[in-house]
């Protein structure tokens, strides 16, 4: 097993690298960070100018740029110059790190409960009053634009706070900027109270889809042979949908979850965005609006490094799932 | 697709073995239906489908018709500002006095026709690059794959902010950049249906024949895999419209003047409990044009692969 884990992570070396190549090639494109300050009125020396190309390595050929980027990331673990000299990339990516992850982790295992509760409870009740209604609910929600239902998840806190005078749900931000209570406790139940509205937003998108999946893959397995054969033995239905149906029903999921992270990762930059929280998509936007290259260098690493390791999880996880699958 | 023929009886509509000698000497009457004639009649059965296909084309016809004949152009400012619906303005007007169905009428157009363009874009760089992958295999198949992983692994969303703007945030751009990284998810199922029909017998009796790679690609595969393309087309339309108006909501999609639903909920976001209409109306044309797009897809996935549905009548 912790052979199989190190092979992946070496496997997954030059899949990063490949990304990121494809990457750098594309940021080239995408604009010149030297825009603004181009731009800037009065103009400013053509000395500056040179400086900051040089900072930002613009004087050297692109291949050159890229191997500098990798050289001083694997060595130094320096992630390249941003365009505003004073901000440290890795440094500012690190902070808001743990500020996306938790929100994208929780959603996912919430995500995930309800899809599997439902798809469970649809396909075995499959048309009945319930099984429709959940459908009805997985259609909606597919269609539903994240960032709409994330305004209106929002404006419900902000009417609920107001229509009862209390503070029950906070809309703005990842935490408290002024805490009175600052005890361990405290700063955890100002984060969770933060948490609340943004992780459900981001978790209704991905339980449509999952939900609708987990019933088809669970209807499969109910109309499975070994399925019948277990209901002939006689044994109870609970232990025949539990132990035989749901845990090979599970294993569809596990793909389909691992593959939807990389989509997660962009909602999160939406919901950031609409509960203005600091997190890695706030900085994401703003490097892209800045022409900020290795700073989107940055977080297309530390997303595709996320991405990766949910894809060695859900692999690990098969193995549990199904005992035929043994990892050496 | 004319030389993938089954007759069916017309009253059961149920798939008979072909008669060698036609159809002329049985006493039923039988027609002779190619697959997309069967296909289709399928779809026609699918009460939800056609609904939603004929609420669909009405919207689209809104779109582009609509602001043709309204009286207000989306640029047009009238003197009633902050304004609820009413007969004048159906949807109301936002705080600079702009009707804002002439607005939605005109988000909705813009949407409207990035999705498409984004589904149309996918699926023909999806086809070719599936279609190559899955027939020549090799080397030029473990690179087209392994790119299109690479491209899955990155946020679309990302890339699209990054890369939208290169043309100044035109339409087109937009949805040539969000068709081209949607073109990998067309590309891995086209690649399975072509690996698996490439070492079927009826292709390789072609290749006995004589036929060419380009016969046997344009008559043998690319029909037989139509069904799973249009399938993902008319999907993609829908996700399509979602990420055009993502992409519009976070400041990367169409820009002011023009607009775009995203964009309509962006402006209206902060007058959700003053001025509710302008957040509701744009917000609603979006889940209808992917709710009813995703019913279509569903209903189109039923016609053409009638096997799938035997667990649901």
Request: glycine share 6%; aromatic share 10%.
């Given at each position: 097993m912790l052979a199989y884990v190190i092979r992946r992570i070496f496997v997954s070396i030059p899949i990063l690298i490949g990304s990121t190549i494809l990457?750098?090639?594309?940021?080239?494109?995408?604009?010149?960070?030297?825009?603004?300050?181009?731009?800037?009125?009065?103009?400013?020396?053509?000395?500056?100018?040179?400086?900051?190309?040089?900072?930002?390595?613009?004087?050297?050929?692109?291949?050159?740029?890229?191997?500098?980027?990798?050289?001083?990331?694997?060595?130094?673990?320096?992630?390249?110059?941003?365009?505003?000299?004073?901000?440290?990339?890795?440094?500012?990516?690190?902070?808001?790190?743990?500020?996306?992850?938790?929100?994208?982790?929780?959603?996912?295992?919430?995500?995930?409960?309800?899809?599997?509760?439902?798809?469970?409870?649809?396909?075995?009740?499959?048309?009945?009053?319930?099984?429709?209604?959940?459908?009805?609910l997985g259609f909606l929600f597919l269609a539903m634009p994240s960032f709409w239902f994330a305004i209106l998840l929002k404006s419900a806190g902000i009417a609920y706070n107001q229509a009862t005078g209390t503070e029950a749900f906070f809309t703005i931000g990842e935490k408290s900027v002024l805490l009175t209570d600052d005890s361990g406790w405290g700063q955890f139940k100002d984060i969770a109270g933060h948490m609340v509205l943004p992780t459900i937003s981001l978790a209704l998108i991905s339980y449509a889809a999952w939900s609708r999946f987990q019933r088809a893959s669970m209807l499969e397995v109910l109309n499975s042979d070994y399925v019948r054969l277990a209901r002939a033995k006689g044994l109870r239905s609970r232990q025949v949908l539990v132990r035989h149906a749901l845990r090979t029903a599970l294993i569809p999921l596990t793909t389909v979850t691992a593959l939807d992270i990389a989509a997660l990762l962009g909602g999160a930059v939406i919901t950031e965005m609409v509960f203005q929280w600091h997190g890695l998509g706030d900085y994401l936007l703003r490097s892209i609006r800045d022409h900020d290259a290795y700073a989107m260098m940055g977080w297309l690493l530390v997303s595709a490094i996320i991405v990766i390791v949910f894809n060695l999880i859900a692999d690990l996880l098969y193995s549990v799932l199904d005992p035929r699958i043994r990892y050496e | 697709m004319s030389e993938i023929r089954a007759s069916s009886v017309t009253t059961s509509g149920a798939p008979q073995p072909t008669s060698p000698t036609g159809a002329a000497d049985r006493e039923f009457t039988v027609k002779e239906r190619s697959q997309l004639q069967q296909a289709f009649r399928r779809f026609l059965r699918h009460r939800l489908a056609v609904l939603s296909l004929v609420l669909f084309?009405?919207?689209?016809?809104?779109?582009?018709?609509?602001?043709?004949?309204?009286?207000?152009?989306?640029?047009?400012?009238t003197p009633d500002n902050s304004q609820p619906p009413s007969p004048a303005h159906p949807f109301g007007t936002d705080s600079l006095g702009h009707d804002w169905f002439a607005q939605v009428l005109r988000g909705l157009q813009q949407s409207v026709k990035v999705a498409l363009c984004i589904a149309i874009v996918a699926s023909t760089l999806g086809v070719v690059w599936g279609g190559v992958s899955g027939y020549y295999r090799g080397i030029s198949?473990?690179?087209?794959?392994?790119?299109?992983?690479?491209?899955?692994?990155?946020?679309?969303?990302?890339?699209?902010?990054?890369?939208g703007n290169i043309g100044g945030g035109t339409w087109w751009m937009i949805a040539l950049v969000l068709g081209g990284l949607s073109a990998p998810l067309v590309a891995r199922a086209v690649r399975g249906v072509v690996l698996s029909l490439r070492e079927q017998e009826f292709v390789e009796a072609a290749r006995a024949l004589g036929a060419s790679d380009r016969w046997i690609i344009l008559r043998h595969l690319v029909p037989n895999a139509f069904a799973v393309v249009i399938v993902y087309a008319t999907l993609l339309v829908a996700t399509g419209i979602l990420s055009e108006t993502a992409l519009s909501f976070i400041g990367f999609g169409v820009h002011p003047p023009d607009t775009s639903l995203g964009l309509l909920i962006y402006q209206a976001q902060s007058a959700v409990q003053t001025r509710p209409w302008l957040f509701y109306f744009p917000g609603l044309f979006i889940i209808l044009i992917a709710l009813t797009v995703n019913f279509i897809g569903d209903g189109l996935r039923d016609a053409f692969d009638p096997r799938q549905t035997r667990q649901r009548r």
């Open positions: 990457v750098f090639i594309m940021v080239k494109f995408s604009g010149d960070p030297l825009e603004g300050l181009k731009m800037r009125n009065p103009p400013p020396p053509r000395q500056t100018i040179l400086n900051e190309e040089h900072r930002l390595r613009l004087d050297k050929p692109v291949w050159e740029q890229y191997w500098l980027w990798l050289k001083g990331l694997v060595l130094h673990g320096d992630f390249g110059p941003s365009v505003h000299g004073n901000i440290n990339i890795g440094h500012e990516l690190g902070d808001r790190l743990f500020v996306t992850l938790r929100l994208v982790v929780l959603s996912v295992l919430i995500a995930l409960i309800f899809a599997v509760i439902t798809g469970v409870v649809s396909a075995v009740k499959q048309y009945s009053a319930t099984d429709y209604s959940f459908t009805f | 084309i009405l919207i689209v016809l809104l779109a582009f018709v609509g602001p043709l004949i309204w009286k207000y152009k989306y640029t047009d400012i198949d473990s690179v087209l794959m392994r790119l299109a992983d690479l491209i899955l692994t990155i946020p679309a969303i990302a890339l699209a902010a990054a890369l």
